[in-house]
């Protein structure tokens, strides 16, 4: 019912900026809520930042506030995050994610999720 496509990763130095992008399709997009998560080697999969269909309500983990933002655009059915002044322990892999219920912190709040792209900051 709703598919994602992520893009953006890579690699960046220590400070360096890189723009995530999830591409959604399905009727229901805007209704959703949309959040990333991210998983480093040796751990386990940990939130980053969620935000209501509407827009209206964002959630941020305490590593990243500050730093990332998380947008969408429902007419272009997009979901982004921006990071700035990366840090090495920003290396994951970075998912996209939809609930169909709400948004929350833990990864059972979501039902579809993207691929995966990998961002790695040097240091």
């Known amino acids: 019912q709703v598919q994602l496509v992520e893009s953006g990763g890579g690699l960046v130095q220590t400070g360096g900026s890189l723009r995530l992008s999830c591409s959604a399709s399905?009727?229901?997009?805007?209704?959703?809520?949309m959040g990333w998560f991210r998983q480093a080697p040796g751990k386990e999969r940990g939130f980053v930042a969620a935000?209501?269909?509407?827009?209206?309500?964002?959630l941020y983990a305490d590593s990243v506030k500050g730093r990332f933002t998380i947008s969408r655009d429902i007419a272009e059915n997009t979901l982004y995050l921006q990071m700035n002044i990366l840090k090495p322990e920003d290396t994951a892999i970075y998912y996209c994610?939809?609930?169909?219920?709400?948004?929350?912190?833990?990864?059972?709040?979501?039902?579809?999720w993207g691929q995966g792209t990998q961002v790695t900051v040097s240091s």
């Open positions: 994610a939809v609930a169909t219920s709400s948004i929350g912190y833990a990864s059972r709040w979501y039902d579809y």
């Open positions: 399905g009727r229901t997009f805007s209704r959703y809520g």
């Open positions: 935000i209501t269909w509407s827009g209206g309500s964002t």
